[in-house]
């Protein structure tokens, strides 16, 4: 499938955007990269993951206490992802290359690979949102069905009930099939990947190796193979379960759209940031410890129409978007609840669960 083109117009919406967004940072005379507030949160989220690693592994707690610390290292593992690699991997986290380049490759010591996630995220996920058929991220055959030009199964008839345990099982699929099969195929969907280079291969197979070393080898090493399989499931069904919810209660609700290029010209009816806007939900974003949590992304507009800002400056630049598309009468898609966003969610599914 052929990469569809955005329309283009004289006076765009999004060169508005960018001078009123570039007029704040100006004028409050701070970078919009991360800060203090950032860098001492990702402090507290790898001391937390190591302190509970270790703990897990070499001093055995009793059972009730393992089976929660094991909860507790999935959702740290999500939040080092949300807040730390994402922000590093879209280059926000620091002003500093290097230090970006750092933070984003906690995404390889956690067990997947950052040339992989930027090809799909950075440039298919962001550039092509919710548009079938190239966006990756919403592919889920045949398992769920989340836009209603997806081919449709018999399974989906329940899917609005079995959704929970389809999302737990994202990170460890993830870690332990797609990341092969996107390196091995040499493609992410119909998008092929950039050729790598001889050090991206080492470092593919060298985290690769760390990771199972980690995560497999020494637990089993210390606590035997049953214990660390019944760990490791949960450990990991709850860290997919969490990035998988967030990705889809921003994306995958029933005010989201999910258009289509015309197939006679390959354009799409509107420009990329209004695209967004369309494609794109917020929720709960008054909520300080979920966006402490999740690293900022129920501030998901913010950050689709300003990747390479740090979520820390989204709670003040979401302000001048609200305005702008007010302005502008653009949509401007938010659920002020979680569970409003969750129930919306549901509701999608249910209603895509019929032909």
Not at 35 to 53: D, E, M, P
Not at 55 to 63: D, I, K, R
Not at 120 to 144: Q, R, W
Not at 267 to 273: G, I, Y
Request: with cysteine; glycine share 6%; aromatic share 16%.
């Amino acid at each position: 499938m052929a990469s569809p083109k955005f329309s283009s117009a004289s006076q765009s919406f999004h060169g508005e955007l960018k001078r009123r967004i570039s007029e704040y940072f100006a004028k409050a005379g701070k970078p919009s990269t991360g800060n203090f507030t950032l860098y001492s949160k990702a402090i507290i989220l790898v001391a937390s993951f190591l302190f509970v690693y270790i703990h897990l592994v070499f001093y055995t707690p009793v059972t009730w206490l393992a089976i929660t610390e094991c909860i507790v290292l999935g959702g740290l593992t999500a939040a080092i992802g949300f807040n730390i690699m994402h922000d590093g991997m879209h280059g926000s986290f620091s002003r500093y290359k290097w230090v970006n380049e750092l933070a984003g490759l906690s995404l390889n010591f956690l067990g997947a690979n950052n040339f992989m996630w930027r090809t799909k995220h950075n440039i298919i996920h962001h550039t092509y949102t919710n548009i079938e058929g190239i966006d990756d991220d919403i592919e889920a055959k045949p398992l769920l069905r989340l836009c209603e030009t997806q081919k449709y199964y018999k399974i989906h008839r329940f899917q609005h009930w079995y959704f929970w345990a389809a999302y737990s099982l994202l990170y460890i699929w993830w870690v332990f099939f797609t990341d092969y099969k996107k390196y091995f195929s040499g493609k992410i969907g119909p998008t092929p990947l950039k050729k790598m280079t001889i050090g991206q291969h080492i470092s593919f197979w060298g985290f690769k190796l760390l990771h199972a070393f980690i995560f497999m080898a020494v637990p089993i090493y210390t606590l035997g193979f049953s214990t660390w399989v019944v760990g490791f499931i949960i450990y990991g069904m709850f860290a997919g379960f969490v990035l998988s919810i967030v990705f889809q209660l921003a994306h995958t609700v029933e005010d989201t759209h999910f258009p289509q290029a015309d197939p006679s010209t390959g354009k799409m009816e509107d420009e990329w940031a209004i695209h967004q806007l369309k494609t794109t939900a917020n929720f709960a974003t008054r909520n300080k410890l979920i966006s402490w949590l999740v690293g900022g992304l129920n501030f998901q507009v913010e950050h689709h129409l300003f990747p390479r800002i740090s979520h820390v400056h989204y709670p003040a630049i979401s302000k001048i978007i609200k305005k702008a598309c007010q302005d502008f009468g653009m949509p401007y898609i938010e659920y002020p609840k979680m569970r409003m966003a969750v129930a919306s969610h549901v509701h999608h599914l249910r209603n895509l669960s019929r032909k």
